[in-house]
């Protein structure tokens, strides 16, 4: 298969390519001289994508970081990376983010390119990491040193393939492949297609050890879907983010694709079409030319249709917690909270949970039994031994009854809806019960968090988004959570076409 047409629209334009150069430059140059100017024991180097040509068209997030000798105190790395980057964004008249990753860094608007300048250590291969990002640089080099002109066009094919289909991205939020990932893949496979045709055939836990280091069946790696050993450290896994979801959907939209390209009974052109769509965002067709209410209305429909019974928890965001630290607590949340009302007899059939990252977290549980009687039947010990019995007979005297091999007695119900448990539950004497976010217990047990069943939900969404932020306006946002409500009721569209 040629790929040519795809890849023209995939490469950077050349204006694009010398726009992102200039800046750079420009970063790194600056930096360099501050530190010399200023006598600090720092060097600026690009790293990323960027500096490994393997950013798509329209992608040219630019990452600086500035090395600092092995040695240097944390805190003095920390106040004078941070410094650094303020100076160089100031200079440059750039519009500046302060972020928290293992430490302080800055994200810049600067040229209308988005640049991050990150302090890290100026560790050399086979040294341990002093601080989270150290091995970035090392990454770089030996992408850079390793893959061929050639390659470049095949990564660009894999990453634009994998973001369509939802597998990109190994941030929490995604947990799917990263970029680094990404280009190890294509230098072990040495193309896009030929990726694809080892990657359909992948098991529950595959290993790949580029560097023959040895160390892929590490007890360490035992749990993670996909090993594939850093050739810059032999005891990490550059797949350790990957979840097992984000995984199979990248084997199983492997397999779509290459059942078109292999189909010699389709029309070529067609067969072309089919492939082009896969490197393409998803249309969905039964959503498109509509507004959020129509919208709204459809998927109120689909929920009616399942005949199930799904709630909804809204709650605000905590100030100052990042993205990262954020979703794996929401998960962590949501996970719990389903698992207390599978305990109360209610039966949980999906759940999931959005967030705009900002300001509000919308939990989704779908429910097949909402309600349940009013009385249940609580089991006591087994009719054999009597001391026991006798014991269970004390305690809930006259009420028992033998029913097949135990003691039971019929007793009322504390909670009849899956909604009621919410209510009485999620607040500061009762919390306890569950695993919460360290971040956002509080948040969680506010008055304000009560749940409420989907249609009631949707009917008021205007007013469900309706406040002020600096990114996207509520109409964007609602339309953002409709759109992943559509994900929720309509699983797998992304890795077919």
């Known amino acids: 298969m040629n790929y040519e047409s795809i890849l023209n629209e995939l490469r950077p334009t050349p204006e694009e390519i010398e726009a992102v150069n200039e800046t750079t430059e420009k970063v790194i140059d600056f930096i360099n001289e501050l530190c010399e100017k200023e006598d600090i024991d720092a060097k600026a180097n690009a790293v990323g994508s960027v500096a490994k040509n393997t950013w798509l068209r329209g992608k040219s997030d630019i990452d600086i970081f500035i090395s600092f000798p092995i040695d240097t105190d944390m805190d003095y790395l920390k106040e004078n990376g941070l410094d650094i980057a303020y100076k160089t964004n100031d200079a440059l008249n750039g519009n500046a983010s302060e972020h928290y990753a293992s430490h302080p860094y800055l994200t810049c608007d600067i040229d209308g390119f988005e640049v991050d300048i990150v302090p890290c250590y100026a560790i050399e291969e086979g040294q341990s990491i002093i601080s989270a990002v150290d091995r970035t640089i090392l990454h770089t080099r030996y992408i850079q040193k390793h893959l061929s002109k050639e390659q470049e066009d095949e990564v660009l094919l894999l990453k634009k393939f994998m973001d369509a289909v939802g597998t990109y991205g190994s941030e929490f939020k995604t947990g799917g492949f990263a970029g680094y990932l990404c280009e190890l893949l294509i230098l072990k496979y040495g193309t896009f297609e030929k990726t ?185 010990p087994k009719v054999w031994p009597k001391k026991a019995c006798d014991n269970f007979k004390k305690k809930w005297q006259d009420a028992l009854y033998p029913l097949d091999e135990f003691m039971v007695l019929t007793r009322e119900r504390e909670f009849k809806t899956a909604k009621e448990f919410l209510e009485k539950t999620l607040d500061d004497d009762h919390i306890h019960i569950f695993k919460i976010g360290k971040n956002i217990k509080e948040a969680i047990c506010d008055d304000d968090c009560q749940p409420m069943e989907i249609d009631e939900f949707l009917n008021g969404l205007d007013n469900q988004f309706n406040y002020d932020t600096s990114n996207q306006n509520s109409e964007e946002l609602a339309r953002d959570y409709l759109n992943s409500l559509d994900d929720f009721l309509n699983p797998g569209q992304y890795i077919k076409r």
Not at 279 to 303: C, G, R, V
Not at 304 to 328: C, G, V
Request: proline share 3%.
């Open 196 to 380: 694809l045709r080892v990657a359909q055939n992948w098991k529950k836990h595959t290993e790949i050890d580029l560097e023959g280091y040895g160390t892929a069946g590490n007890a360490i790696f035992k749990d993670d879907p996909l090993v594939f050993i850093d050739p810059t450290d032999k005891n990490r896994n550059v797949g350790a983010a990957l979840r097992m979801e984000r995984y199979v959907d990248f084997i199983v939209a492997s397999r779509n694709f290459l059942a078109i390209v292999d189909d010699n009974e389709l029309d070529e052109k067609i067969r072309e079409e089919k492939i082009i769509e896969f490197f393409k965002p998803l249309e969905k067709e039964h959503l498109s030319d509509k507004s959020n209410e129509e919208i709204a209305k459809i998927i109120m429909e689909s929920f009616k249709d399942r005949q199930t019974k799904t709630l909804i928890l809204k709650f605000k965001i905590p100030e100052n917690i990042s993205a990262d630290a954020l979703h794996p607590q929401l998960l962590k949340t949501v996970s719990s909270i389903c698992e207390k009302i599978e305990m109360e007899e209610f039966s949980v059939f999906k759940y999931d949970y959005w967030t705009d990252e900002e300001r509000f977290v919308i939990f989704t549980i779908e429910l097949n039994v909402f309600k349940q009687g009013k009385y249940y039947i609580h089991k006591g």
